[in-house]
Protein backbone atom coordinates (compact mmCIF):
# COMPACT_ATOMS: atom_id res chain seq x y z
CA UNK A 1 0.00 0.00 0.00
CA UNK A 2 1.12 3.40 -1.03
CA UNK A 3 1.75 6.57 1.49
CA UNK A 4 -0.25 9.11 0.79
CA UNK A 5 2.09 12.26 0.79
CA UNK A 6 1.21 14.97 3.27
CA UNK A 7 2.52 17.45 0.26
CA UNK A 8 -0.05 17.64 -2.60
CA UNK A 9 -0.20 20.62 -5.22
CA UNK A 10 -3.82 21.49 -3.63
CA UNK A 11 -2.16 22.26 -0.37
CA UNK A 12 0.40 24.23 -2.10
CA UNK A 13 -2.25 26.76 -3.66
CA UNK A 14 -4.24 27.23 -0.48
CA UNK A 15 -0.68 27.54 1.13
CA UNK A 16 0.59 30.01 -0.97
CA UNK A 17 -3.09 31.68 -0.89
CA UNK A 18 -2.78 31.99 2.54
CA UNK A 19 0.92 33.14 2.79
CA UNK A 20 0.19 36.01 0.73
CA UNK A 21 -2.99 36.99 2.52
CA UNK A 22 -0.81 36.37 5.50
CA UNK A 23 2.08 39.17 4.39
CA UNK A 24 -0.28 41.63 3.29
CA UNK A 25 -2.11 41.66 6.28
CA UNK A 26 0.96 42.26 8.84
CA UNK A 27 2.21 44.39 5.94
CA UNK A 28 -0.93 46.99 6.28
CA UNK A 29 -1.00 46.47 10.35
CA UNK A 30 3.06 47.57 10.00
CA UNK A 31 2.00 50.64 8.01
CA UNK A 32 0.42 51.87 11.40
CA UNK A 33 2.03 54.59 12.81
CA UNK A 34 2.33 52.55 16.38
CA UNK A 35 4.30 49.95 14.55
CA UNK A 36 7.54 50.32 15.40
CA UNK A 37 9.03 46.63 15.20
CA UNK A 38 8.11 43.32 14.04
CA UNK A 39 7.48 42.13 17.95
CA UNK A 40 4.70 45.25 17.55
CA UNK A 41 3.24 43.07 14.94
CA UNK A 42 2.98 40.16 17.73
CA UNK A 43 0.93 41.53 20.56
CA UNK A 44 -2.23 40.15 21.77
CA UNK A 45 -4.31 43.33 20.18
CA UNK A 46 -2.79 42.69 16.60
CA UNK A 47 -3.15 39.00 16.95
CA UNK A 48 -6.78 39.24 17.26
CA UNK A 49 -6.93 42.07 14.48
CA UNK A 50 -5.20 40.00 12.38
CA UNK A 51 -7.54 37.01 12.60
CA UNK A 52 -10.50 39.25 12.19
CA UNK A 53 -8.71 40.70 8.67
CA UNK A 54 -7.23 37.23 7.88
CA UNK A 55 -10.26 35.01 7.88
CA UNK A 56 -12.47 37.32 5.79
CA UNK A 57 -9.85 38.26 3.09
CA UNK A 58 -8.51 34.22 2.84
CA UNK A 59 -12.35 33.40 2.32
CA UNK A 60 -12.69 35.72 -0.61
CA UNK A 61 -9.32 34.92 -2.19
CA UNK A 62 -10.41 31.18 -1.88
CA UNK A 63 -13.65 31.86 -3.97
CA UNK A 64 -11.89 33.74 -6.44
CA UNK A 65 -9.62 30.89 -7.00
CA UNK A 66 -11.86 28.69 -7.28
CA UNK A 67 -13.79 31.30 -10.04
CA UNK A 68 -10.68 31.93 -11.46
CA UNK A 69 -9.73 28.66 -11.80
CA UNK A 70 -12.23 27.32 -14.53
CA UNK A 71 -10.68 30.08 -16.83
CA UNK A 72 -7.13 30.88 -16.26
CA UNK A 73 -4.35 28.73 -15.34
CA UNK A 74 -3.67 27.57 -11.75
CA UNK A 75 -0.40 30.38 -11.42
CA UNK A 76 -2.50 33.27 -12.66
CA UNK A 77 -5.79 31.93 -10.75
CA UNK A 78 -4.06 32.73 -7.38
CA UNK A 79 -2.10 36.16 -8.78
CA UNK A 80 -6.09 37.27 -9.66
CA UNK A 81 -7.66 36.45 -6.95
CA UNK A 82 -4.49 37.87 -4.40
CA UNK A 83 -5.07 40.75 -6.53
CA UNK A 84 -8.60 41.54 -6.35
CA UNK A 85 -9.88 39.37 -3.06
CA UNK A 86 -6.94 41.43 -0.73
CA UNK A 87 -8.61 44.68 -1.47
CA UNK A 88 -12.14 43.74 -1.37
CA UNK A 89 -11.00 41.79 1.66
CA UNK A 90 -10.07 44.53 3.73
CA UNK A 91 -12.75 47.02 2.87
CA UNK A 92 -15.12 44.29 4.04
CA UNK A 93 -13.80 44.43 7.10
CA UNK A 94 -13.03 48.01 7.50
CA UNK A 95 -16.20 49.17 6.48
CA UNK A 96 -17.87 46.30 8.96
CA UNK A 97 -15.65 47.77 11.62
CA UNK A 98 -16.80 51.43 10.72
CA UNK A 99 -20.35 50.54 11.17
CA UNK A 100 -19.87 48.29 14.51
CA UNK A 101 -18.09 51.89 15.74
CA UNK A 102 -20.83 53.87 15.04
Given amino acids: MAATPFYT ?7 TISLIV ?9 LDRETKTFSD ?12 YFLPTYSICVILYHYFKRKLPEGKSIIWSAIIGI ?7 IGLLILLKQ
Fill in 9 to 15: NSTFRYF
Fill in 22 to 30: LLSCLGLFY
Fill in 41 to 52: LLTPGNLVALLI
Fill in 87 to 93: PIGFLIV
